[in-house]
Protein backbone atom coordinates (compact mmCIF):
# COMPACT_ATOMS: atom_id res chain seq x y z
CA UNK A 1 0.00 0.00 0.00
CA UNK A 2 1.49 3.43 -1.07
CA UNK A 3 0.47 6.47 0.71
CA UNK A 4 1.54 10.27 -0.10
CA UNK A 5 4.61 10.80 2.22
CA UNK A 6 5.32 13.69 0.69
CA UNK A 7 3.46 16.45 3.73
CA UNK A 8 6.03 14.63 6.00
CA UNK A 9 8.64 14.72 3.80
CA UNK A 10 8.40 18.75 3.52
CA UNK A 11 7.83 19.01 7.21
CA UNK A 12 11.08 17.32 8.56
CA UNK A 13 13.09 19.28 5.64
CA UNK A 14 11.29 22.35 6.43
CA UNK A 15 12.36 22.12 10.28
CA UNK A 16 16.38 20.87 9.47
CA UNK A 17 16.66 23.72 7.05
CA UNK A 18 15.44 26.21 9.91
CA UNK A 19 17.76 24.39 12.31
CA UNK A 20 20.84 25.25 10.48
CA UNK A 21 19.82 28.53 9.59
CA UNK A 22 19.90 29.23 13.51
CA UNK A 23 23.37 28.22 13.60
CA UNK A 24 24.13 29.97 10.45
CA UNK A 25 22.34 33.40 11.68
CA UNK A 26 24.20 33.52 15.12
CA UNK A 27 27.68 32.47 13.76
CA UNK A 28 27.48 35.13 11.21
CA UNK A 29 25.90 37.90 13.42
CA UNK A 30 29.10 36.87 15.76
CA UNK A 31 31.36 37.03 13.02
CA UNK A 32 30.16 40.43 11.89
CA UNK A 33 30.10 42.18 14.94
CA UNK A 34 33.03 40.84 17.17
CA UNK A 35 36.36 40.01 16.63
CA UNK A 36 36.47 37.07 18.22
CA UNK A 37 36.83 33.17 16.95
CA UNK A 38 36.09 31.21 20.34
CA UNK A 39 32.63 30.89 19.27
CA UNK A 40 33.82 28.12 16.15
CA UNK A 41 35.70 26.12 19.20
CA UNK A 42 32.06 25.78 20.90
CA UNK A 43 30.57 25.34 17.77
CA UNK A 44 33.44 22.56 16.75
CA UNK A 45 33.10 20.82 20.64
CA UNK A 46 29.11 20.80 19.95
CA UNK A 47 29.94 18.75 16.63
CA UNK A 48 32.36 16.85 18.40
CA UNK A 49 29.87 15.78 21.54
CA UNK A 50 27.23 14.82 18.61
CA UNK A 51 29.93 12.51 16.55
CA UNK A 52 30.53 10.80 20.38
CA UNK A 53 26.55 10.12 20.92
CA UNK A 54 26.16 8.89 17.51
CA UNK A 55 29.29 6.51 17.66
CA UNK A 56 28.14 5.32 21.51
CA UNK A 57 24.69 5.98 21.16
CA UNK A 58 23.66 2.23 20.22
CA UNK A 59 26.35 1.00 23.75
CA UNK A 60 24.08 3.47 25.57
CA UNK A 61 20.39 2.68 24.23
CA UNK A 62 21.83 -1.07 24.57
CA UNK A 63 22.67 -0.88 27.99
CA UNK A 64 19.96 1.35 29.84
CA UNK A 65 17.22 -1.16 27.97
CA UNK A 66 19.11 -4.00 29.53
CA UNK A 67 18.77 -5.95 25.38
CA UNK A 68 19.51 -9.13 24.89
CA UNK A 69 19.92 -10.22 21.00
CA UNK A 70 18.37 -13.55 20.25
CA UNK A 71 18.77 -16.32 17.34
CA UNK A 72 16.34 -17.39 14.93
CA UNK A 73 16.34 -20.50 17.02
CA UNK A 74 15.09 -18.56 20.44
CA UNK A 75 12.75 -16.35 18.57
CA UNK A 76 11.36 -17.62 15.67
CA UNK A 77 8.41 -16.06 14.90
CA UNK A 78 10.26 -12.49 16.10
CA UNK A 79 13.20 -13.34 13.07
CA UNK A 80 10.46 -14.22 10.32
CA UNK A 81 8.21 -11.21 11.26
CA UNK A 82 11.24 -9.10 10.93
CA UNK A 83 12.83 -10.37 8.44
CA UNK A 84 9.75 -9.90 5.64
CA UNK A 85 9.64 -6.97 6.70
CA UNK A 86 12.87 -5.87 6.21
CA UNK A 87 12.75 -7.36 2.70
CA UNK A 88 9.61 -5.62 2.08
CA UNK A 89 10.91 -2.38 3.07
CA UNK A 90 14.22 -2.96 0.99
CA UNK A 91 17.09 -3.21 4.01
CA UNK A 92 19.25 -5.25 5.79
CA UNK A 93 17.68 -7.83 8.24
CA UNK A 94 18.42 -5.74 11.51
CA UNK A 95 19.50 -8.06 14.42
CA UNK A 96 16.71 -8.89 16.93
CA UNK A 97 16.66 -8.03 20.79
CA UNK A 98 14.59 -8.57 23.68
CA UNK A 99 14.76 -5.80 26.60
CA UNK A 100 14.21 -6.98 29.86
CA UNK A 101 11.61 -4.92 31.08
CA UNK A 102 8.08 -5.62 31.51
CA UNK A 103 6.53 -2.36 30.43
CA UNK A 104 5.39 -3.63 26.72
CA UNK A 105 6.87 -1.38 24.07
CA UNK A 106 9.59 -1.47 20.45
CA UNK A 107 12.15 0.62 19.78
CA UNK A 108 14.86 0.59 16.71
CA UNK A 109 18.25 1.91 17.16
CA UNK A 110 21.56 1.75 15.12
CA UNK A 111 24.25 3.93 13.53
CA UNK A 112 23.16 3.20 9.80
CA UNK A 113 20.89 0.83 7.76
CA UNK A 114 23.26 -2.11 8.00
CA UNK A 115 24.07 -1.66 11.88
CA UNK A 116 19.95 -1.03 12.53
CA UNK A 117 19.03 -2.76 15.65
CA UNK A 118 15.13 -3.99 16.53
CA UNK A 119 13.92 -4.70 19.96
CA UNK A 120 10.99 -5.59 21.74
CA UNK A 121 10.42 -5.22 25.64
CA UNK A 122 9.37 -9.03 27.56
CA UNK A 123 6.16 -7.03 27.81
CA UNK A 124 5.59 -6.85 24.37
CA UNK A 125 5.87 -10.10 24.13
CA UNK A 126 3.20 -11.23 26.43
CA UNK A 127 0.87 -8.72 25.36
CA UNK A 128 -0.27 -8.30 21.60
CA UNK A 129 -1.57 -10.66 19.29
CA UNK A 130 0.12 -11.66 15.94
CA UNK A 131 -1.05 -8.83 14.02
CA UNK A 132 -1.00 -6.27 15.83
CA UNK A 133 3.12 -7.63 16.60
CA UNK A 134 3.66 -7.23 12.80
CA UNK A 135 2.08 -3.05 12.67
CA UNK A 136 4.52 -2.55 15.81
CA UNK A 137 7.55 -3.96 14.32
CA UNK A 138 6.77 -2.88 10.85
CA UNK A 139 6.75 0.89 12.41
CA UNK A 140 10.40 0.26 13.79
CA UNK A 141 12.09 -0.92 10.30
CA UNK A 142 10.25 1.96 9.04
CA UNK A 143 12.39 3.84 11.26
CA UNK A 144 15.24 2.25 10.24
CA UNK A 145 14.24 2.41 6.66
CA UNK A 146 13.93 6.60 6.78
CA UNK A 147 17.13 6.68 8.77
CA UNK A 148 16.03 8.33 11.78
CA UNK A 149 18.79 7.28 13.61
CA UNK A 150 20.81 9.44 12.01
CA UNK A 151 18.53 12.05 11.10
CA UNK A 152 17.89 12.89 14.81
CA UNK A 153 21.63 12.87 15.94
CA UNK A 154 21.94 15.50 12.96
CA UNK A 155 19.48 17.73 14.62
CA UNK A 156 20.43 17.07 17.75
CA UNK A 157 23.45 18.65 17.01
CA UNK A 158 22.23 22.37 16.54
CA UNK A 159 20.46 23.22 19.95
CA UNK A 160 24.03 22.40 21.20
CA UNK A 161 26.29 24.18 19.37
CA UNK A 162 23.66 26.93 19.86
CA UNK A 163 24.00 26.38 23.99
CA UNK A 164 27.88 26.27 23.34
CA UNK A 165 28.26 29.39 21.36
CA UNK A 166 25.69 31.16 24.27
CA UNK A 167 27.85 29.84 27.07
CA UNK A 168 30.77 31.27 25.43
CA UNK A 169 29.48 34.74 25.02
CA UNK A 170 28.36 34.66 28.75
CA UNK A 171 31.17 33.81 30.58
CA UNK A 172 34.00 33.95 28.33
CA UNK A 173 35.94 37.43 28.04
CA UNK A 174 34.13 38.13 24.83
CA UNK A 175 30.61 38.90 26.93
CA UNK A 176 32.63 42.26 28.51
CA UNK A 177 32.36 43.65 24.30
CA UNK A 178 29.55 45.79 23.23
CA UNK A 179 27.70 42.82 21.46
CA UNK A 180 28.69 40.18 23.04
CA UNK A 181 25.56 39.91 25.73
CA UNK A 182 23.46 40.50 22.94
CA UNK A 183 24.94 37.54 21.08
CA UNK A 184 25.00 35.32 24.14
CA UNK A 185 20.84 36.00 24.74
CA UNK A 186 20.32 35.41 20.93
CA UNK A 187 21.99 31.95 20.84
CA UNK A 188 20.26 30.94 24.22
CA UNK A 189 17.26 31.60 22.49
CA UNK A 190 18.27 29.88 19.05
CA UNK A 191 19.15 27.06 21.72
CA UNK A 192 15.77 26.87 23.20
CA UNK A 193 13.92 27.51 19.73
CA UNK A 194 16.32 24.37 17.98
CA UNK A 195 15.09 22.22 21.00
CA UNK A 196 11.41 22.99 20.21
CA UNK A 197 12.49 22.17 16.79
CA UNK A 198 14.37 19.09 17.76
CA UNK A 199 11.15 17.78 19.62
CA UNK A 200 9.00 18.53 16.15
CA UNK A 201 11.64 16.90 13.93
CA UNK A 202 11.02 13.72 16.55
CA UNK A 203 6.70 14.38 16.61
CA UNK A 204 7.32 14.50 12.91
CA UNK A 205 9.27 11.27 12.34
CA UNK A 206 6.79 9.35 14.57
CA UNK A 207 4.05 9.88 12.13
CA UNK A 208 5.99 8.86 9.25
CA UNK A 209 7.17 5.47 10.21
CA UNK A 210 3.00 4.74 11.21
CA UNK A 211 1.98 5.35 7.44
CA UNK A 212 5.85 3.17 6.77
CA UNK A 213 3.92 0.45 9.39
CA UNK A 214 0.98 0.50 6.70
CA UNK A 215 3.08 1.11 3.64
CA UNK A 216 4.72 -2.26 5.13
CA UNK A 217 1.69 -3.97 5.41
CA UNK A 218 0.21 -3.15 9.10
CA UNK A 219 -3.28 -2.96 9.14
CA UNK A 220 -3.83 0.90 10.90
CA UNK A 221 -6.94 -0.75 13.49
CA UNK A 222 -3.94 -3.26 14.81
CA UNK A 223 -1.32 -0.92 14.90
CA UNK A 224 -3.88 1.77 16.79
CA UNK A 225 -4.87 -1.16 18.98
CA UNK A 226 -1.31 -1.74 19.57
CA UNK A 227 -1.28 1.95 20.93
CA UNK A 228 -4.14 1.53 22.77
CA UNK A 229 -2.33 -1.61 25.34
CA UNK A 230 0.77 0.17 25.22
CA UNK A 231 -0.57 3.52 26.02
CA UNK A 232 -2.64 1.08 28.77
CA UNK A 233 -0.04 -0.83 30.55
CA UNK A 234 2.47 2.12 30.69
CA UNK A 235 -0.06 4.26 32.49
CA UNK A 236 -0.55 1.12 35.16
CA UNK A 237 2.77 0.26 35.18
CA UNK A 238 5.31 0.71 38.34
CA UNK A 239 6.24 4.72 38.63
CA UNK A 240 10.17 3.73 39.12
CA UNK A 241 10.10 0.94 35.88
CA UNK A 242 8.54 4.06 33.55
CA UNK A 243 11.21 6.39 35.64
CA UNK A 244 14.02 4.19 33.95
CA UNK A 245 13.07 4.08 30.45
CA UNK A 246 12.09 8.08 30.36
CA UNK A 247 15.67 8.99 29.67
CA UNK A 248 15.76 7.45 26.28
CA UNK A 249 11.82 7.35 25.50
CA UNK A 250 12.04 8.91 21.97
CA UNK A 251 13.49 5.69 20.94
CA UNK A 252 9.81 3.84 22.20
CA UNK A 253 6.70 3.41 20.52
CA UNK A 254 4.94 6.30 22.66
CA UNK A 255 5.83 8.37 25.84
CA UNK A 256 5.54 6.20 28.94
CA UNK A 257 5.85 9.11 30.65
CA UNK A 258 2.10 10.80 29.58
CA UNK A 259 0.66 7.95 29.21
CA UNK A 260 -1.33 8.51 32.46
CA UNK A 261 -3.01 11.55 30.88
CA UNK A 262 -3.81 9.59 27.30
CA UNK A 263 -5.54 6.72 28.93
CA UNK A 264 -8.78 8.26 29.37
CA UNK A 265 -8.89 9.95 26.29
CA UNK A 266 -8.01 6.70 24.49
CA UNK A 267 -10.40 4.53 26.31
CA UNK A 268 -13.00 6.52 25.00
CA UNK A 269 -12.40 4.60 21.67
CA UNK A 270 -12.75 1.10 23.21
CA UNK A 271 -16.78 1.29 22.55
CA UNK A 272 -17.15 -2.34 23.04
CA UNK A 273 -14.72 -2.31 26.32
CA UNK A 274 -12.61 -5.57 24.93
CA UNK A 275 -8.95 -3.88 25.45
CA UNK A 276 -8.48 -3.58 21.96
CA UNK A 277 -9.71 -1.04 18.85
CA UNK A 278 -11.66 -2.63 15.95
CA UNK A 279 -11.57 -1.92 12.79
CA UNK A 280 -14.95 -0.31 13.45
CA UNK A 281 -13.69 1.62 16.39
CA UNK A 282 -10.94 3.09 14.35
CA UNK A 283 -13.07 4.07 11.47
CA UNK A 284 -15.76 5.89 13.42
CA UNK A 285 -12.76 8.60 14.05
CA UNK A 286 -13.02 9.38 10.57
CA UNK A 287 -16.40 11.24 11.28
CA UNK A 288 -15.61 12.39 14.72
CA UNK A 289 -14.52 15.93 15.87
CA UNK A 290 -11.60 15.12 17.75
CA UNK A 291 -11.22 17.72 21.12
CA UNK A 292 -8.03 17.98 22.80
CA UNK A 293 -7.81 20.19 25.43
CA UNK A 294 -5.13 23.02 25.26
CA UNK A 295 -2.74 22.03 28.32
CA UNK A 296 -2.47 18.76 26.00
CA UNK A 297 -1.54 20.75 23.11
CA UNK A 298 0.65 22.60 25.08
CA UNK A 299 2.24 19.50 26.49
CA UNK A 300 2.49 18.13 23.01
CA UNK A 301 5.40 21.06 21.94
CA UNK A 302 7.67 19.74 24.37
CA UNK A 303 6.65 16.01 23.99
CA UNK A 304 9.11 13.47 21.72
CA UNK A 305 5.30 11.76 20.36
CA UNK A 306 2.28 13.29 18.89
CA UNK A 307 -0.40 13.47 21.32
CA UNK A 308 -1.67 9.79 20.87
CA UNK A 309 -5.21 10.82 20.03
CA UNK A 310 -4.03 12.68 17.34
CA UNK A 311 -1.73 9.89 16.39
CA UNK A 312 -4.27 7.51 16.36
CA UNK A 313 -6.86 9.92 14.66
CA UNK A 314 -4.47 10.02 12.00
CA UNK A 315 -4.18 5.70 11.37
CA UNK A 316 -8.28 6.22 10.84
CA UNK A 317 -7.24 7.94 7.78
CA UNK A 318 -5.67 4.79 6.38
CA UNK A 319 -8.31 2.35 7.39
Not at 209 to 227: H, T
Not at 275 to 302: F, P
Request: aromatic share 8%; net charge neutral; with cysteine.
Amino acid sequence: MKLNSWGLRIRLWLAMVLLFGLVYVILLVAGTLLDFGGYEFYAALGLGVVLLQYLIGPIIVQSSMNVEYVSETEEPELHRIISDLAMSAGIPKPKVGISNINIPNAFAFGRTKKDGRVCVTKGLLNKLNKEELKAVLAHEIAHIKHSDMAVTTLVSAVPLICYFIAISFFYGGNSRNSGGFIIGILAFGAYLLGQLIVLFVSRTREYYADQGSIELGGRPEKLASALYKLVYDSATANKEEVKNIQGIKAFCLNDVSVAANEINELSQLDIDHDGEISASELSQLKYKKVNIKTSDKLMELISTHPNMLKRIERLAEYS
